[in-house]
């Protein structure tokens, strides 16, 4: 015979509701992720991939690495706080740059305009996509380290929660 009866929650558990972050940060997660699935499944159509293809990865590799930091950054039901806008910028960036990587003429040659020594395309994405969140996102973790880390009680209730779960009582 099973037991019915409900245990009750002691404060140092985790609270089962979940914020509004989180839930939109999943959200986009699994969406992204299914857009990437079916770009990379359409590649086994008859003919290749579509034009359409590209795109989706365009767009879906972007939102899938953001909605990861925003996982990683969101604390409790405050949400990301001032890492909205380095957030934004580096989805904005990403995505835009490999939107005009793929969206830029293919009639690159020797003749064609260098950009800081670099073909146009390439540029974008060496530039645009590999240096500029790079600059970005270490300024904001930063600015923000005060009130985006752990304090001394989420420590004390990190190692309660941990003691806990060592000796195995509610």
Excluded at 23 to 33: D, E, W
Excluded at 35 to 53: C, D, E, K, L, Q
Excluded at 66 to 91: D, E
Excluded at 105 to 119: C, H, I, R, V
Aim: hydrophobic share 55%; proline share 8%.
């Amino acid at each position: 015979m099973a037991d019915d009866r409900v245990e009750p929650r002691s404060e140092t558990a985790m609270p089962r509701r979940i914020d509004f972050t989180r839930r939109a940060a999943r959200a986009t997660l699994v969406a992204s992720i299914a857009a990437i699935a079916v770009a990379y499944g359409s590649a086994f159509t008859p003919g290749g991939a579509p034009a359409w293809a590209p795109w989706l990865l365009a767009v879906g590799v972007p939102a899938t690495l953001v909605a990861v930091m925003i996982l990683g950054a969101a604390r409790g039901h405050s949400g990301i706080g001032r890492l909205k806008i380095p957030f934004a910028f580096v989805f904005i960036v990403l995505a835009s740059g490999f939107c005009l990587a793929l969206a830029l003429p293919g009639n690159e040659g020797p003749a064609s305009q260098l950009w800081l020594g670099l073909p146009a395309r390439a540029a974008f994405v060496i530039y645009g996509i590999g240096l500029l969140p790079i600059l970005v996102l270490p300024v904001a973790y930063a600015l923000t380290f005060d009130s985006q880390t752990l304090g001394a009680s989420d420590i004390e209730k990190v190692r309660a929660l941990s003691r806990q779960n060592v000796s195995g009582s509610p």
